[in-house]
């Protein structure tokens, strides 16, 4: 059970006693900063009997004691604890006795200032020595210095043993609580950047038919603002973190990708995680001019390591094009346009004469994600350039014409099935044949953030094909899109990107083939997303086992994954809106909406959205019919 509140984090186990083993643990900024925090009343332990997060921020745990000998099967004491990822815990006993009760409380408390890397290998040292300090403890290490204080005071407090205790006198259905407040020394407290009421991200519900799309739209949300952080050096900017437990910090590619999942619910995230990149891109001379830089990104085992910073730049102008769509100020958009042009512009410069858009490091394959992603940033790049009145657009749509041509080609594989896409072209030119999840990025032409449909990397007999393949067994696992086919070899239920279930390429599926007209296997593949995000709690991991789903069977977790992670919350809200079909305009204030005719989970509402800047609202019947009902004074509803 992960509570978030970045930097902050506080990890448990359903058991609710935070015994030191494992990650358990309150967290700040990638440092455990109390480990362990064991309860004890009348020198027991409670009995847990439920585990349950409240937000995505906090926890609650209740346990039950028998305090009184001879006193019947009945528990007389409920204990209740409220863990927060802003390092405090707030325990509170509840007396059902009929007579007063003077019980003693003790907690024993411990930490090892260890770094979160660490404890995941296993090489974290013992406990470190405590010493009183004023109403609690302290412990103190080169890494630094954490505290925790108790309210009230304790009567009795043990540095050699790690204990605090009370006597605590319970009248018959009173209560009496005791806070603990967690800190690491010189740090400012946790807020959660979500929390305030600047939040960038509306607070957007879901209603409907279904009702588990209201709890993932809520719960994306909710996730999504935990993920919030600020950048230091600007703290008005706000970008999304990859994910907790193990990925804080930014990840340009996810970040970006985050964002443009959730322009529905406003442009300010986008703008900030704009902002926030533009100033990492290299602008000295060179290949790398015009670049953003990241890191390189596992492939599996039928290709090397990708390079996100790749993904990251193309992805920037494409973000950009689609929230001034989306309603984003004229003025943020001329304010980021050098940097998207100076993307568009290193774009051309690496593919220089060819065609194709190769891996940067030598010998590197030609992926075919890589060239859907160059395909759609050079066209929406385009249409952005026109419309801000710069030169370039032309040739970015030459460019893109031949790379069509060219690409269907080169990247199909005729077989008696009707074909399929390659998913690389070796170096020399040798098609890399197996199937997986990243196909679906040539759907991504652009519809997910607004606009016309442009036309994609395929033609309509190759996206039929790729669609009936997408909606197979081979890769709907039930549960979601496999990252890999059960036919291929190295085929792993559990494989990072060889056979897990991605939430994020499910995401795009769904939204690429219901914009295409393939809302059959569109539903197939949201009606599976949505039971996992069932079983998950409505908190969906980054990605979960591949396995195939059957009856009575419930998605196996990975134990690798981040949950919550912002493409995983981003993912969902994707999917909800996508049943909409928002096609915004903003500078020429009109709205159009294409929803599924099949209304794959019946009639859904989806309220508190904004769309040019104000707030949107729409309905979709179980007859697919969409009605506006609400958007901002002179929005016209487009054909």
Same mark, same amino acid.
Do not use: K, N
């Given at each position: 059970?992960?509570?978030?509140?970045?930097?902050?984090?506080?990890?448990?186990?359903?058991?609710?006693?935070?015994?030191?083993?494992?990650?358990?643990?309150?967290?700040?900024?990638?440092?455990?900063?109390?480990?362990?925090?064991?309860?004890?009343?009348?020198?027991?332990?409670?009995?847990?009997?439920?585990?349950?997060?409240?937000?995505? =921020?906090?926890?609650?745990?209740? /346990?039950? *004691? !028998?305090?009184?000998?001879?006193?019947? +099967?009945?528990?007389? $004491?409920? @204990? #209740?604890?409220?863990r927060g990822a802003d390092g405090t815990e707030r325990i509170t006993l509840h007396s059902?006795?009929?007579?007063?009760?003077?019980?003693?409380?003790?907690?024993?408390?411990?930490?090892?200032?260890?770094?979160?890397?660490?404890?995941?290998?296993?090489?974290?040292?013992?406990?470190?020595?405590?010493?009183?300090?004023?109403?609690?403890?302290?412990?103190?290490?080169?890494?630094?210095?954490?505290?925790?204080?108790?309210?009230?005071?304790?009567? =009795?407090?043990?540095?050699?043993? /790690?204990? *605090? !205790?009370?006597?605590?006198?319970?009248? +018959?259905?009173?209560? $009496?609580? @005791? #806070?603990?407040?967690?800190?690491?020394?010189?740090?400012?407290?946790?807020r959660a950047v979500g929390r305030a009421a600047t939040?960038?991200?509306?607070?957007?519900?879901?209603?409907?038919?279904?009702?588990?799309?209201?709890?993932?739209?809520?719960?994306?949300?909710?996730?999504?603002?935990?993920?919030?952080?600020?950048?230091?050096?600007?703290?008005?900017?706000?970008?999304?973190?990859?994910?907790?437990?193990?990925?804080?910090?930014?990840?340009?590619?996810?970040?970006?990708?985050?964002?443009?999942?959730? *322009?529905?619910?406003?442009?300010?995230?986008?703008?900030?995680?704009?902002?926030?990149?533009?100033?990492?891109?290299?602008?000295?001379?060179?290949?790398?001019?015009?670049?953003i830089p990241g890191p390189r990104r596992d492939a599996g085992s039928h290709l090397p390591p990708g390079c996100t910073g790749t993904e990251a730049t193309l992805l920037f102008p494409v973000l950009l094009a689609e929230a001034r769509r989306w309603g984003l100020p004229e003025q943020e958009t001329e304010e980021l346009l050098p940097t998207a042009e100076r993307c568009l512009t290193w774009l051309r410069a690496a593919v220089g004469e060819g065609s194709y858009l190769r891996d940067p490091q030598p010998g590197g394959p030609v992926r075919c994600e890589t060239q859907a992603h160059a395909h759609r940033a050079a066209l929406l790049g385009a249409d952005?350039?026109?419309?801000?009145?710069?030169?370039?657009?032309?040739?970015?749509?030459?460019?893109?014409?031949?790379?069509?041509?060219?690409?269907?080609?080169?990247?199909?594989?005729?077989?008696?099935?009707g074909g399929r896409p390659a998913a690389a072209l070796a170096r020399d030119g040798r098609q890399v044949p197996h199937l997986g999840a990243t196909a679906v990025h040539l759907l991504d032409t652009g519809l997910l953030g607004g606009g016309a449909q442009a036309a994609g990397l395929l033609d309509k007999v190759q996206t039929e094909n790729l669609a009936r393949l997408l909606g197979s067994p081979v890769l709907d696992s039930g549960w979601g899109l496999r990252g890999l086919g059960t036919n291929e070899a190295g085929y792993n239920p559990f494989g990072h990107r060889s056979g897990a279930v991605r939430v994020h390429e499910t995401a795009i599926a769904v939204a690429g083939l219901t914009a295409a007209g393939y809302e059959k296997e569109a539903g197939a593949l949201l009606r599976g997303a949505l039971a996992a995000s069932e079983a998950f709690a409505h908190r969906l991991p980054e990605m979960y086992a591949?396995?195939?789903?059957?009856?009575?069977?419930?998605?196996?977790?990975?134990?690798?994954?981040?949950?919550?992670?912002?493409?995983?919350?981003?993912?969902?809200?994707?999917?909800?809106?996508?049943?909409?079909?928002?096609?915004?305009?903003?500078?020429?204030?009109?709205?159009?909406?294409?929803?599924?005719?099949?209304?794959?989970?019946?009639?859904?509402?989806?309220?508190?959205?904004r769309v040019a800047g104000g707030p949107f609202s729409v309905r979709v019947s179980r007859l697919g019919l969409a009605m506006v009902e609400e958007a901002v004074d002179g929005l016209q509803l487009g054909v």
């Open positions: 059970m992960i509570c978030v509140a970045l930097p902050g984090l506080a990890i448990s186990t359903d058991q609710g006693q935070l015994t030191g083993r494992g990650l358990e643990g309150f967290y700040r900024a990638g440092r455990r900063i109390l480990s362990r925090c064991q309860v004890r009343v009348a020198g027991r332990e409670p009995l847990a009997v439920q585990a349950r997060m409240t937000t995505s =921020d906090r926890a609650r745990f209740t /346990g039950t *004691l !028998r305090v009184t000998p001879h006193g019947g +099967p009945d528990p007389e $004491v409920v @204990v #209740e604890r409220t059902s006795a009929p007579r007063p009760l003077r019980v003693p409380v003790e907690i024993s408390l411990g930490t090892d200032l260890a770094d979160l890397g660490a404890i995941a290998s296993g090489v974290v040292g013992p406990e470190l020595p405590a010493s009183v300090h004023a109403s609690g403890l302290r412990w103190s290490c080169p890494a630094g210095t954490a505290s925790v204080i108790a309210d009230p005071p304790p009567a =009795d407090a043990i540095a050699s043993a /790690g204990l *605090l !205790r009370w006597d605590v006198d319970l009248p +018959p259905g009173g209560s $009496v609580a @005791v #806070e603990l407040r967690v800190r690491l020394e010189g740090a400012s407290p946790v939040s960038p991200l509306a607070p957007a519900r879901a209603t409907g038919d279904d009702p588990r799309v209201g709890a993932l739209l809520a719960t994306c949300v909710e996730d999504l603002q935990a993920l919030l952080v600020r950048d230091p050096a600007h703290p008005t900017d706000l970008h999304l973190a990859a994910g907790a437990p193990w990925r804080c910090g930014l990840a340009p590619a996810e970040a970006l990708a985050a964002a443009r999942m959730v *322009l529905p619910l406003g442009t300010r995230l986008a703008a900030g995680t704009l902002r926030t990149l533009a100033r990492t891109q290299a602008t000295a001379r060179g290949p790398r001019c015009g670049m952005l350039l026109d419309a801000c009145g710069r030169p370039g657009g032309d040739g970015l749509r030459e460019w893109a014409r031949a790379l069509q041509a060219v690409f269907r080609r080169d990247f199909w594989i005729d077989d008696r099935g591949g396995a195939q789903r059957t009856e009575g069977s419930a998605p196996l977790p990975h134990p690798a994954a981040c949950r919550p992670a912002a493409t995983a919350a981003a993912a969902g809200v994707l999917m909800l809106t996508a049943l909409a079909g928002i096609r915004p305009d903003a500078p020429a204030r009109t709205v159009t909406l294409r929803p599924p005719h099949s209304a794959p989970l019946g009639e859904i509402g989806l309220t508190g959205l």
